[in-house]
């Protein structure tokens, strides 16, 4: 009989905490033994997700007070910073999922421009793992550090990664104009997010300032082996969950919309969680809320030359979550899927 | 080994159908066998409901085109009126569990007067149980028919039922004052539940003449053992799932808002869906959005005499589906819980 | 030609102000000289308010820092507590619309018991008159200080008090089922009004302990000449305006249905703001979105003896500026409707 | 003393004559003497919009039905199609401001092309005008017969036609990726705007489909003095009202984000709805809510050479029926602001 593997989250009074719990919660292989969050330390996680009542769950702890000794992993979403040092104090034989940004990029010098101060922690950072599990998944099997994507890096990179390798997108004019749904904000307390100022509207935010656009151009430019500038704008609709990325790419010489949509079918055919649609069918972010699933479709453009690869996922589950748990099932062996198996919620 | 059991699924392209499938989809004692949707027949599922493309599921067929000898049990998800015909045609072996109204309403006069004709199946309505799973666990495991209640009953009667069987409120004044979410109103398609005529606005419905009154007062008056009338007054909310029942009762003398709370609390405790909350907690449908829990909450009112007492549920979940699967598995000597493990979407 | 009335508004930063800015852009009669903001001192409105961005208007500043000498009236829309000290400072030639809580209730004793400190102003209490414009019509008129009621008294009175006057209802078991967007909660930053914590969701809060309580128990008793107790219980709803009031209540000996619409309807017949729905016809909070209506209904109830009287406003306009816009217009003698035209925002 | 311009609303039932009506409530300078809606003949508008029932309006009557002899202006909300037949039957006298899309189009094969049938007026083709106010104004000011534009068109030709006449962007790789609540598609019932398949989602449609598309491409073909392919990929949000598109273009030599930004600024200074942001400032559908406003906002794009021209207006209002109102005004000679002082709702 394999034996449970032992977690503990860290910084778990966050939305993307609370979704780890509720995934977890059907995950056969995991028991959750330590959370820590602490700003609510002391108190039971029911009291701060009161959805969560019904679960067997530990206290909430501060992370100074966490007894690292009986964890086999942790899933880490602490805000981007201190992040590096909670980790750079862990034993070795704790593996680490982190949800954060801390690790993702691999150049110091790029962290450093886009976070406001050095990387406190570069001999970890190169030892961590790109974690998209599709594109990455043997070095995740192996890794002990795995750094999730962003959200939107999720999308992206799915969508085009893949037509990058096969150089049947150019490298040039990438335009990706990105939609999300509240929770990517988190549930720190700011005006901006309050309900009024949200419902019945939306509107462009960052825009060319996003930090998940370096982590794009990283990845896009690596699958293109060349540097590549990707006009990012994400822009915030009145939903709670749900990201879509609509990509404007140009198409390599003899190359046209249906090599695009057989090329990305081709690279997902055996995956669990990605499904590229059929000619005509259209990405909806309702159709992976609260699954680790991502829709890919293929339009062609009006501009000759040019097509439109349109994506779609819950950003709290393979924007986050969801994918932390697909990445420790990898780390540790599991079957892939486990805890990952529910249908999204519609309507 | 258990044996699997087969299910089929009359009308499957509603609402409650979708959810069905989403629920069952995690039950690792059931498969689906066969669905029907007169309307979409021919159809793939994916078509009618993109985001059960993951699934392999049985193609859409017309319920006169289906072949019962391999179905141990039935979910009939069919409109009011139609169901009673076809489950009259139905083989004795295949049990049947049914979501519409047609066999709720024990008085055939009472059903003739709010639905408008006859009951077509009056033998049928004499062997049907009333599906409310936690007040009437024992019928419902011997029934080879079960009627399971509407959405709002559902909420009300777990609310009301141990406190008027066990006296401590009267059956006097007693005020419902309910809330749902859009879905309720099902897939068909009507201005009054257009996006732009329900979104960032309600109002109440079918005010003293929504159907779902005579079943509260037939079972609350069961409870009570005596007839009762029940003000149940309904209201459409900018949300999709979820239903939360206002429930203003006065209390039998001698008692107070604690010995409500403790009666609940101590009828529910050993329930695996039903939590009666603290004091000072309150139920909200966020809570329960996607599961099949329903909460409890018990206040103080500022009136001498009377109190509060406010449930929650999916409405399509504990109001419908799940509950269905729930009674299925109580049918077939199934854990009570299984494919009913999933813990509430939040946010 | 008519002198133009010279207005300030303190307190213009939160949702109240905006909305007094809004309504007032289209009054003819008033102009705004002063805009107090302690928290943006310094600021364009635009900065706080992009959406008044079009406007000609006084930059933010502190309170501190206005001059009271060219202002025939301010709107007060500051915190409740600082307000009476504030308002004790002014001159006496400056009348007052207030729009926070601080002098609607009569009894000192109420206001210390429900706001938790003593009154700091009691000697203006005492000139205070109570702004439900149609209710108290005259006594405004001659007002130089008017405390414009709660959002939800308002609904609730003028649902009710004809009725209580004409004593075609009893006072007792009065139950008030409130529903409200959010804006209700201004626009303060807290967890509880955050976007994901309120979208797709609705819930109950502070049952039985809503500080509209004692105002709603004080001018409904007024109505009976009685002391009553009201039961108040507000439920949080996912949208930005709107409320609405579900009011339970019985019948004096005698009477019935009809008698209760044909009191409110002869009661309201002129009032250019208050619209008594004919049988049938059904309240709705997106009726009077953005506009200074409020609609009422009048509804049988299954319970012989018993109604149901459906009012409902938008919060922002009748519930809070535009009803201080009203009454502003009444202490100057101005036609009631001036700058009220604005007919309601659907869809 | 000015006549009262006496205007008839053809195809009053939809969200656009709804709007009309709710804006022309306000206009001085305008009566409402005529209203059809052919589905609903003989009702009070107020039953079929009961948010308008504060207004003294005809009731609706068939179009068959209509005395043409005292009208000066008719507003024709009518469908695709239907539009072209019913205009040509009208009296000479009467002036048409058109909102359909049958008017649009000035190549009678494109309209074929995308409308799937031959143009049934072409001669009436010949004089319409198109009504984009602010870039047409002369044209609009001596037409009997004005084209409203489309929506997406407005917002998109307000941002970029100044930009393309004055050469400061370039014809090739013009993409503009457009978002919109639901109100756009009107009150036809469909199941795809059902609330429950709109709410708590988004998703891209009719992607390189849309109608709107070669109403775009004739315009900013015209600004370029050469035809132009343009890419449109519109959105559904989850929202009533608004619009926003984000245009993603190719600056010409030696401009860059400052050239455009002024460009703009300096076309528009002294239009009173149209609204250039300063840098930084972000437009928002929900700052021009209700109202005729356009924001445009002009960023920095990561793509050197490129730049993001964004803006933003309210689909029902400045895309449809307030812009309607606003062509009017220059038909007849009114101040162009009449009606439309309203100032934006929000929250």
Not at 65 to 88: M, R
Not at 277 to 303: M, Y
Not at 305 to 331: C, E, F, H, P, Y
């Amino acid at each position: 009989m394999r034996d449970i593997v032992r977690a503990g989250i860290l910084g778990a009074s966050g939305y993307t905490g609370a979704d780890l719990v509720r995934l977890l919660a059907t995950h056969t292989g995991v028991s959750i033994n330590l959370m820590t969050a602490n700003s609510h330390a002391g108190k039971p996680m029911a009291e701060v997700y009161p959805h969560l009542g019904g679960l067997n769950l530990p206290d909430l702890i501060k992370w100074e007070d966490a007894d690292w000794s009986d964890l086999d992993v942790v899933f880490c979403g602490l805000p981007h910073g201190t992040t590096q040092e909670i980790i750079a104090t862990l034993p070795d034989k704790v593996k680490v999922v982190d949800l954060s940004a801390d690790f993702r990029l691999r150049n110091p010098d790029t962290y450093a421009e886009w976070y406001g101060h050095e990387h406190r922690a570069p001999h970890l950072q190169k030892e961590a793992v790109y974690g998209l599990s599709e594109l990455n998944r043997e070095p995740i099997h192996k890794a002990r550090l795995v750094a999730c994507p962003g959200c939107y890096p999720t999308a992206t990179l799915l969508a085009l990664v893949p037509l990058a390798q096969k150089q049947v997108i150019l490298p040039d004019d990438l335009i990706v104009d990105a939609k999300s749904g509240v929770t990517g904000a988190g549930r720190a307390v700011k005006e901006a997010t309050l309900f009024s100022e949200v419902a019945e509207g939306m509107h462009p935010y960052s825009v060319s300032r996003h930090r998940h656009s370096p982590e794009i151009e990283q990845e896009v430019g690596n699958a293109f082996r060349q540097e590549v500038n990707v006009n990012f704008t994400p822009h915030l609709v009145p939903m709670n969950r749900g990201e879509l990325v609509t990509c404007y790419v140009k198409m390599a010489q003899g190359t046209d919309v249906a090599t695009l949509r057989s090329t990305l079918a081709e690279r997902y055919k055996d995956e669990p969680f990605v499904r590229v649609l059929p000619e005509g069918a259209t990405p909806a972010t309702r159709h992976v809320r609260g699954s680790n699933f991502c829709l890919i479709g293929v339009f062609a453009d009006r501009i000759p030359g040019r097509a439109i690869v349109i994506a779609t996922i819950d950003n709290l589950v393979k924007g986050s979550s969801g994918q932390a748990i697909q990445n420790m099932n990898l780390m540790f062996g599991l079957p892939e899927t486990m805890g990952l198996e529910q249908q999204p919620l519609f309507p």
